[in-house]
């Protein structure tokens, strides 16, 4: 008898140990975001192998999708959260009924146009030939209201259309006039071509004037608002994460570029550093949305300029944190 009490003592025991594990287990969330290389792609591979969630009591799954899978996936909520989120589509998903909010920034906007050819100089070079770009991209709507800024007419300029993996071919084989490209395929472009040029698009100029802000909310991690009202305690939480690993990337560059880009050559790897150290191309400036609320006003206002957003988005678009 005495031992049949000890053998179910010892049951309760166990089945409270595992009780208490099951209690403690981490939070899962999982997050869709675009495939390397891209800014969306940055911070995922140095959040996993630091296990920087699992310092947080968080579970992260980062599931890569295509530009376009990730915007039908992203707005139809089959993944509640967006980790590759750009402000203007979280606007224009708000337009269209969709209730997403932008959590906090990453990245701020920088966008490119190289040119290989002589006889362009300046953008306004480009009116009359054709430039290579990925048309459906965020980061073309801003170049074309850059570009408007400095009194070209985009619409003399005839757009190659193509998936954001081909601009560096196109700019390598010199097939267009010039083509329209982003971090990190920038660097990854001049480290292969070092003599092609880059044009000026007087970005900070041009948004200093227009905003009074050198802040220029692009990329971050947005979700939708029944994830926010069911989760409000795992936002902070994964804010944090984030910054670990932002923080951690400015500190350890060589080690952040061999994780996140693992089958890449010493070139590539080279690169990576060289883009983290180059802060301005890089543009990762973590906030949360309501400490650059005004600017991402402002971004929605060029998108409207340039006829992407058909109306002011809400602002509830904008996450606010609420006070304990």
């Given at each position: 008898?005495?031992?049949?009490?000890?053998?179910?003592?010892?049951?309760?025991?166990?089945?409270?140990?595992?009780?208490g594990?099951?209690?403690?287990?981490?939070?899962?969330?999982?997050?869709?975001?675009f495939?390397w290389?891209?800014?969306?792609?940055?911070?995922?591979?140095?959040?996993?192998?630091q296990k920087?969630?699992?310092?947080?009591?968080?579970?992260i799954?980062?599931?890569?999708?295509?530009?376009?899978a990730?915007?039908a996936?992203f707005n139809?909520g089959?993944?509640?959260?967006?980790?590759?989120a750009?402000?203007?589509?979280?606007?224009?998903?708000?337009?269209?009924?969709?209730?997403?909010?932008?959590?906090?920034?990453?990245?701020?906007?920088?966008?490119?146009?190289?040119t290989?050819?002589p006889?362009?100089?300046?953008?306004?070079?480009?009116?009359?030939?054709?430039m290579?770009?990925?048309?459906?991209?965020?980061?073309?709507?801003?170049?074309?209201?850059?570009?408007?800024?400095l009194?070209?007419?985009?619409?003399?300029?005839?757009v190659?259309?193509?998936?954001?993996?081909?601009l560096?071919?196109?700019?390598?084989?010199?097939?267009?006039?010039?083509?329209?490209?982003?971090?990190?395929?920038?660097?990854?472009?001049?480290?292969?071509?070092?003599?092609?040029?880059?044009?000026?698009?007087?970005i900070?100029?041009?948004?200093?004037?227009?905003?009074?802000?050198?802040?220029?909310?692009?990329?971050?991690v947005a979700?939708?608002?029944?994830?926010?009202?069911k989760?409000?305690?795992?936002?902070?939480?994964?804010?944090?994460?984030?910054?670990?690993?932002?923080?951690?990337?400015?500190?350890?560059?060589?080690?952040?570029?061999?994780l996140?880009?693992?089958?890449g050559?010493?070139?590539s790897?080279?690169?990576?550093?060289?883009?983290?150290?180059?802060k301005?191309?890089?543009?990762?400036?973590?906030?949360?949305?309501s400490e650059?609320?005004?600017e991402?006003?402002?971004?929605?206002?060029?998108?409207?300029?340039?006829?992407?957003?058909?109306?002011?988005?809400?602002?509830?678009?904008?996450?606010?944190?609420?006070?304990?």
């Amino acid at each position: 008898m005495a031992v049949m009490k000890r053998l179910a003592l010892a049951l309760v025991c166990a089945a409270g140990l595992l009780g208490g594990s099951a209690a403690h287990a981490a939070d899962k969330v999982s997050i869709v975001i675009f495939g390397w290389p891209s800014l969306g792609a940055f911070l995922p591979p140095i959040i996993k192998a630091q296990k920087l969630d699992q310092k947080r009591d968080l579970d992260i799954d980062f599931q890569e999708r295509t530009p376009d899978a990730y915007t039908a996936q992203f707005n139809s909520g089959e993944f509640q959260v967006g980790g590759s989120a750009a402000v203007l589509t979280v606007g224009l998903a708000d337009v269209r009924g969709v209730k997403v909010s932008y959590l906090f920034n990453l990245f701020d906007f920088w966008g490119a146009v190289v040119t290989s050819r002589p006889e362009v100089k300046t953008l306004k070079d480009l009116e009359g030939k054709d430039m290579a770009a990925a048309r459906g991209t965020t980061n073309f709507i801003m170049f074309d209201w850059f570009a408007r800024q400095l009194g070209v007419d985009t619409s003399k300029i005839a757009v190659i259309n193509t998936a954001t993996p081909g601009l560096i071919g196109y700019a390598l084989a010199d097939r267009a006039a010039a083509v329209q490209l982003w971090e990190p395929a920038w660097t990854g472009l001049i480290a292969r071509k070092g003599d092609i040029r880059t044009l000026d698009l007087g970005i900070q100029k041009s948004w200093k004037a227009f905003s009074g802000s050198d802040n220029i909310p692009y990329l971050g991690v947005a979700a939708h608002q029944d994830w926010i009202d069911k989760n409000p305690k795992l936002i902070q939480r994964l804010y944090d994460t984030y910054k670990e690993a932002a923080d951690w990337v400015r500190a350890n560059p060589e080690e952040a570029a061999r994780l996140m880009d693992p089958k890449g050559t010493a070139d590539s790897r080279k690169a990576i550093v060289e883009l983290i150290n180059a802060k301005d191309r890089l543009g990762m400036n973590m906030r949360w949305a309501s400490e650059v609320a005004k600017e991402i006003e402002q971004v929605y206002a060029a998108g409207r300029a340039v006829n992407f957003l058909p109306k002011d988005p809400t602002p509830a678009t904008i996450y606010r944190p609420k006070q304990p």
